[in-house]
C-alpha cells in the first residue's frame, strides 16, 4: 500500500523554527519527486516547494526562499520541511505529496495525512 | 506565475442534479490540469489528472474536460458523499497553483 506518514502536530512560538517529517512507503523512494503544501484554516492550498529524492535538489516558492529547507533521508525513505521564523500566520495543515512524475500528468497524487502546525505566543 | 481562477466559489445542490465546476487558467496549461476533492479535516483526494483522466476507484459520475487555458469538472448525478470542496492544479510550470476552491453543499 502506498502512503505517506507525517509527523505529529506542533505547538510553536513566534519567532521559532518547526520540522514536519514525511515516511514513505509502498513505492520506490528514490522515483518520486515530493512537494509540500499548506492549507491555512479555511483557506485554499498553497504550494510551498519540493525536492528531488535522488539528488536533493529544491526549488521553493519564492514566497517561502530563506525561511524553509527541504531536506531528504534515503535511508528511511523520508522528507523534511523545515520552516523558520515563524508567525502566526504560518499557522495551517502542512502537507507533503508525491509527484505522479511527467507520464502521469504530473501532478499530486498521494498525500500525507496533514500535519497541523499552530504558532502562538 | 499561473494564476487559477475557480468559479462557482460555492454551489448548492440536490442529490442526483448536475454539477459543473469550471476553472481558468491566466495562461495556456495544455492538459496539465488536476481536479482534487477535499473532505473536511482529510487530505485532497485525486479526481482526474491530465485535465480528463479519471483516476482508479474514482466514480464514472466524475468527468473533466478542457485544454488550453479553460477546464470543466462535471458530476453528472450528485451523490451524499460528493458533498465536499474541489480544487484544481496546474503542473504545467513553477509555482504550482491551485485554484480557491469549489464548495459543494446540500440544497
Known amino acids: 500500500q502506498m502512503q505517506l506518514v507525517q509527523s505529529g502536530a506542533e505547538v510553536k512560538k513566534p519567532g521559532a523554527s518547526v520540522e514536519v517529517s514525511c515516511k514513505t512507503s509502498?513505492?520506490?523512494?528514490?522515483?518520486?519527486?515530493m512537494h509540500w503544501v499548506r492549507q491555512a484554516p479555511g483557506q485554499g492550498l498553497e504550494w510551498m516547494g519540493w525536492?528531488?529524492?535522488?539528488?536533493?535538489?529544491?526549488s521553493y516558492a519564492q514566497k517561502f526562499q530563506g525561511r524553509v529547507v527541504m531536506t531528504r533521508d534515503t535511508s528511511i525513505s523520508t522528507f523534511y520541511m523545515e520552516l523558520s521564523s515563524l508567525e502566526s500566520d504560518d499557522s495551517a495543515i502542512y502537507y507533503c505529496?508525491?509527484?505522479?512524475?511527467?507520464?502521469?500528468?504530473?501532478?499530486?497524487?498521494?498525500w500525507g495525512q496533514g500535519t497541523v502546525v499552530a504558532v502562538s505566543s | 506565475d499561473i494564476q487559477m481562477t475557480q468559479s462557482p466559489s460555492s454551489v448548492s445542490a440536490s442529490v442526483g442534479d448536475r454539477v459543473t465546476i469550471t476553472c481558468r487558467a491566466s495562461?495556456?496549461?495544455?492538459?496539465?490540469l488536476a481536479w482534487y476533492q477535499q473532505q473536511p479535516g482529510t487530505a485532497p483526494k485525486l479526481l482526474i489528472s491530465?485535465?480528463?483522466s479519471l483516476q482508479s476507484g474514482v466514480p464514472s459520475r466524475f468527468s473533466g474536460s478542457g485544454s488550453g487555458t479553460e477546464f470543466t469538472l462535471t458530476i453528472s448525478s450528485l451523490q451524499p458523499e460528493d458533498f465536499a470542496t474541489y480544487f484544481c492544479?496546474?503542473?504545467?510550470?513553477?509555482?504550482?497553483?491551485f485554484g480557491q476552491g469549489t464548495k459543494v453543499e446540500i440544497k
Open positions: 495562461q495556456d496549461v495544455s492538459t496539465w
Open positions: 492544479l496546474q503542473s504545467k510550470s513553477f509555482p504550482r497553483t
Open positions: 509502498g513505492f520506490p523512494f528514490s522515483e518520486f519527486h
Open positions: 491530465a485535465a480528463s
Open positions: 505529496a508525491r509527484d505522479s512524475g511527467p507520464a502521469y500528468g504530473g501532478t499530486f497524487d498521494i
Open positions: 525536492i528531488s529524492p535522488n539528488t536533493g535538489d529544491t
